[in-house]
């Protein structure tokens, strides 16, 4: 505490990221990063860069990789997104927090389930925006019918996070469409791995924004990317907050890789497909060893087994050198979220665990 903090930030309780331990080499399945390098044409791309160009600033309208970005969702959607749909940020984290400032006025409700990503609190709380947290069922679903014609923005994580379960297209689109005066931000840090964007339903619904990052499915979590698509429209309120802000939020070196990471699509769908093999693998050898398993449309599974407390087998891991993620919160304090790793890693996760199960159960 210093006598210069200003009020906000004496009563503010950050964000807690994930551990990223110092102490000794974990299999580290804690953070949802992606087990793969990011592509190899990424990191020769990076290696070939005239680096004596670092002395000049980056473009910042990151005009390059936004039509990049278009490009491919314009394909991949049959449907013109242009570059001016597309707005990119250092990380969605920032993307998330430029949406606050862009949209929501303070003493504006933002409605969202009451286990999300926990960062949503932590921006309401930044921005004095009233959060509104609507309770999942009690099999962590999303109820949509509790999400129509509401009186405050909407931020839905699609997949949701930490429970993995993922809505359909159909589902947010009723959203959408229940809500025509209200922003629906949809996050899809996870989408890659199994769900259908929403970027298909932004030409068609103007208060529908998607955030993507390229932190885990494109294995940048160490890069900080991110980008979001909705209507020309909102997108240029983006940008406006941006040029208040801070106008060089993309570094060169970023861009460069961000471009070659959406021209190699082959080594994308490679490693997705890769993880949700694992995924589907390690949730059926957990369910043999008698974890519920919820139903994962993601990069990891959320787990609970019935014979051993959550927080306990978080530190018997940890002890044993697995860390995976816990969260001492209501209603989930008896699950583990869990990130896929390569197979090796998932099989050591899975032999520690047979191992601690052994000695807590007989
Ligand atoms: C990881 C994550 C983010 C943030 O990603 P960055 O692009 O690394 O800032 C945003 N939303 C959710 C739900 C996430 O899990």
């Given at each position: 505490m210093s006598k210069f903090w200003n009020d906000k930030i004496k009563e503010i309780e950050p964000?807690?990221?994930g551990e990223q331990p110092k102490d000794k080499k974990y299999i580290k399945l804690n953070t949802n990063e992606n087990p793969?390098?990011?592509?190899?044409?990424?990191?020769?791309?990076?290696?070939?860069?005239?680096?004596e160009d670092l002395k000049l600033y980056p473009d910042p309208d990151v005009t390059e990789l936004g039509k990049v970005i278009a490009e491919y969702f314009s394909n991949k959607i049959n449907n013109k997104i242009t570059y001016k749909q597309v707005f990119i940020g250092n990380g969605s984290d920032e993307i998330l927090a430029f949406i606050f400032m862009t949209f929501f006025n303070a003493g504006d409700k933002v409605y969202y389930p009451d286990i999300t990503y926990s960062f949503y609190p932590v921006y309401a709380d930044l921005f004095n925006?009233?959060?509104?947290?609507?309770p999942l069922n009690d099999n962590f679903e999303i109820e949509i019918e509790k999400y129509f014609g509401l009186d405050g923005h909407i931020i839905i994580t699609n997949p949701n996070a930490p429970t993995s379960i993922a809505l359909k297209l159909e589902e947010i689109e009723k959203i959408a469409e229940k809500n025509p005066s209200q922003l629906v931000v949809v996050d899809e840090a996870y989408v890659d791995f199994g769900a259908e964007s929403a970027v298909k339903l932004v030409n068609k619904y103007d208060n529908v924004l998607v955030v993507q990052t390229f932190s885990k499915s494109r294995s940048f979590a160490g890069m900080r990317l991110g980008y979001a698509i909705?209507?020309?429209?909102?997108?240029?309120?983006?940008n406006r907050l941006k040029f208040s802000f801070n106008s060089y939020t993309i570094d060169r070196i970023s861009i460069e890789a961000g471009i070659e990471s959406f021209k190699d699509d082959e080594y994308f769908e490679k490693t997705n497909a890769k993880i949700i093999q694992t995924r589907e693998k390690t949730s059926e050898e957990l369910k043999k060893l008698?974890?519920?398993v919820l139903n994962s449309s993601a990069n990891f599974i959320f787990i609970s087994h019935n014979k051993i407390f959550a927080g306990d087998l978080y530190k018997q891991l940890k002890e044993n050198g697995v860390l995976v993620r816990y969260f001492a919160k209501?209603?989930?304090?008896?699950?583990?979220?869990?990130?896929?790793?390569?197979?090796e890693e998932i099989g050591i996760f899975i032999e520690k665990l047979e191992d601690l199960l052994g000695n807590n159960v007989n």
């Open positions: 964000y807690v990221p793969y390098p990011p592509s190899a044409k990424v990191i020769e791309k990076i290696k070939s860069m005239n680096l925006v009233k959060e509104i947290k609507i909705g209507s020309e429209n909102t997108i240029e309120g983006l008698g974890f519920k209501d209603r989930i304090d008896n699950y583990l979220r869990v990130t896929i790793g390569t197979d």
